[in-house]
């Protein structure tokens, strides 16, 4: 059974940066592809940034391009989301996913395409 940790998250300040890790045991991640999500306190969780497993494509939702970036390193079988200029309204509970049906280029942006969830880290960005 594949588990997810993350970590990272904390109080910033608006336009600071953060760097979020999710950490798996159980398995290895190299074929997974691995998402980050987030929810908002009274929002539905949605979607931030994805990875194939091959780590070869990316995918970002509008709200976030240029300013975040995903990666992985297999080896350490983790999975890290740098952020960088935050803004208030990037406050939310973060969730890493994973989704172990994908091919090896696939990025999902949709919550049911991922199998595997972990508990989320909160990210507050004071204005």
């Known amino acids: 059974q594949l588990q997810l940790v993350e970590s990272g998250g904390g109080l910033v300040q608006a336009g600071d940066s953060l760097r979020l890790s999710c950490a798996a045991s159980?398995?290895?991640?190299?074929?997974?592809?691995m998402g980050w999500f987030r929810q908002a306190p009274g929002k539905e969780r949605e979607f931030v940034a994805a990875?194939?497993?091959?780590?070869?494509?990316?995918n970002y939702a509008d709200s976030v391009k240029g300013r975040f970036t995903i990666s992985r390193d297999n080896a350490k079988n983790t999975v890290y989301l740098q952020m960088n200029s935050l803004k208030p309204e990037d406050t939310a509970v973060y969730y890493c996913a994973a989704d172990a049906r994908a091919s090896s280029r696939y990025v999902g942006r949709r919550l049911y395409e991922y199998d595997y969830w972990g508990q989320g880290t909160q990210v507050t960005v004071s204005s």
């Open positions: 159980g398995r290895t991640l190299s074929r997974y592809a």
């Open positions: 990875i194939s497993w091959s780590g070869g494509s990316t």
